[in-house]
């Protein structure tokens, strides 16, 4: 039997409630989920890439078939190395669609062996974003709703520096 692997790929910065629940989720349906996380982000990131890793890392030890990895390349490049059929994006709203939708095709194009799979978190995590706990954190609203205790705690130590 082919084993089945997946990619989830982000920026995590941070990881939040909402991406952890895609990892729950998407863990289930293969049998080994890699999260891939990229080392060279669009926006400027308030962690590194080594925070990064150590955090998702960290928030994920009790899944036992997923895996962590660093990637600096074409998404679908990453992928390929790993050995995936999958990657799998959340998708929150319909303002995440255009976005999704346009990487999905364009990533199709670049390789049309790995499909891209959408997955749904709970509808109680559904409006979480990376981008708001950041703001959010940085006027000093309260952040526990949105990331792990641990997650909220490294916030807080970026933002007394
Ligand atoms: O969590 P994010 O920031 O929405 O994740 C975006 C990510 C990492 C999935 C995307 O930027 C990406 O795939 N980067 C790797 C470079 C790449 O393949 N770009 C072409 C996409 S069509």
Request: aromatic share 8%.
């Amino acid at each position: 039997m082919t084993t089945r692997i997946g990619v989830y790929p982000g920026s995590f910065d941070p990881l939040t409630l909402g991406h952890l629940d895609i990892v729950r989720r998407g863990a289930r349906f293969v049998d080994r989920l890699v999260i891939g996380v990229t080392s060279n982000p669009s926006k400027e990131p308030m962690f590194t890439v080594a925070e990064r890793l150590e955090m998702v890392r960290r928030e994920t030890a009790d899944l036992g078939n997923v895996s962590v990895v660093e990637f600096d390349s074409l998404l679908m490049d990453f992928a390929e190395r790993e050995g995936a059929t999958l990657i799998l994006r959340g998708l929150r709203a319909v303002a995440d669609f255009e976005y999704e939708y346009q990487m999905a095709g364009m990533n199709q194009q670049l390789n049309d062996r790995i499909e891209t799979v959408f997955l749904m978190a709970d509808v109680s995590l559904q409006p979480i974003a990376s981008r708001l706990v950041k703001e959010i954190a940085r006027y000093g609203g309260a952040i526990d709703k949105f990331v792990t205790p641990a997650v909220a705690a490294d916030v807080a130590a970026k933002l007394v520096r």
